[in-house]
C-alpha cells in the first residue's frame, strides 16, 4: 500500500516528498547549518588558522633556517632551507587541520550530541551527510592553506604565481585524501581512546618522516621507501615541485593518483561505517 500523510487518503508521504533528488541538493540543505557552526566557532579557529602558520615559517624556516646552507643540490632544487621547507609545512598543516576537523568533531555528531541521528531523520542520506561534512572540512583546509601560501609569499620562495594557485589546489587534494579514511575510521569508532593510534602512530610520525623537513633520500632505503609510500610524502613532494618550478610531470601525475585513489577508496569505506553506526 501507498505511504499516505495524516492530511487524508492518497497524499504523498512527507518524508519521501521532501527527499533531496540527488547526494548535492542533500548536502546543500546543510549549507546553512555548517554556517552557523563556523559562525559560532571561527574565533577558536583563528590561531591555528592564522598565528600558527606565521609562526612556523618563522621558527622553521627563517630562524632555523638561518643555520642550514642553501645548496640546490642537497635540497631537492631549492635555494634556501625556507625555499624547502615551507612547501612541507603548507601539506602537513593541511594534514593537520583535516585530523582535527575528521576526529573528535564526527564522534561528537554520531556519539555524544548524536546530531547525524537527526539528520538522518530529516530525511537525509548518508552520502548527503558524509558531503556536507567533508565540504566544511575542506572548507577549513582551503582558508588554512591560503593564509600559510600568503604567509610565504612575500620571503620570496615561490617561482611563479601559477604554481602557487596550483599548489594550493594540490592541498585540496592532501586533504580530501586525509579526510576520508580518518572520517571513516572515526565514524565507526566506539570511543575516543581510539584516537590515540592516528595522533601518536599517524599524524606525528608522517608530519616528522614526509620529507617536510630533510629529503627523505637521507633516510636509510627501508626507511626512505617507508616514507614514500605514505599520502603526506605524495602531498609535499607535488607541493614542492610546483612551488619551486620544477615539475616532474611523470611523478606529479602518479602523486594526484595516489592522492584521488586514497580519497576515493576512503569514502567508500566511510559511507559503509557511518550506514552500519546509523542504520543498521
Do not use: C
Amino acid at each position: 500500500m501507498a505511504a499516505t500523510s495524516p492530511g487524508g487518503a492518497g497524499s504523498p508521504d512527507p518524508a519521501r516528498a521532501t527527499a533531496p533528488a540527488s547526494t548535492l541538493a542533500g548536502a546543500l540543505r546543510l549549507l546553512d547549518y555548517w554556517l552557523t557552526v563556523y559562525r559560532r566557532t571561527w574565533k577558536g579557529t583563528i590561531v591555528s588558522s592564522f598565528v600558527t602558520p606565521l609562526l612556523y615559517v618563522v621558527a622553521m624556516g627563517v630562524l632555523l633556517g638561518g643555520f642550514i646552507e642553501g645548496d640546490p643540490a642537497e635540497l631537492e632544487g631549492a635555494t634556501s632551507y625556507l625555499a624547502f621547507v615551507a612547501p612541507g609545512l603548507v601539506a602537513a598543516q593541511a594534514m593537520t587541520t583535516v585530523i582535527g576537523e575528521t576526529t573528535y568533531p564526527v564522534m561528537d555528531m554520531v556519539k555524544w550530541h548524536k546530531v547525524y541521528f537527526g539528520m538522518i531523520a530529516a530525511p537525509l542520506r548518508v552520502g548527503d551527510i558524509m558531503l556536507a561534512h567533508l565540504a566544511f572540512v575542506l572548507f577549513r583546509v582551503a582558508l588554512t592553506s591560503a593564509v600559510f601560501l600568503a604567509v610565504m609569499a612575500p620571503f620570496g620562495v615561490f617561482s611563479s604565481v601559477g604554481g602557487v594557485l596550483l599548489a594550493f589546489l594540490v592541498q585540496l587534494l592532501v586533504g580530501l585524501a586525509f579526510a576520508t579514511p580518518v572520517y571513516a575510521y572515526a565514524a565507526g569508532a566506539k570511543d575516543e581512546s581510539a584516537f590515540n593510534l592516528i595522533f601518536r602512530l599517524g599524524m606525528i610520525p608522517l608530519f616528522l618522516f614526509s620529507g617536510a623537513f630533510f629529503p627523505v633520500a637521507n633516510l636509510d632505503a627501508p626507511l626512505e621507501l617507508l616514507a614514500t609510500i605514505t599520502p603526506l610524502w605524495h602531498g609535499v613532494d607535488l607541493t614542492r615541485m610546483l612551488t619551486l618550478g620544477r615539475v616532474d610531470v611523470s611523478a606529479a601525475l602518479v602523486h594526484v593518483a595516489y592522492l584521488v585513489v586514497l580519497a576515493a577508496l576512503g569514502w567508500r569505506w566511510a559511507a559503509r561505517r557511518l550506514q552500519r553506526r546509523l542504520i543498521a
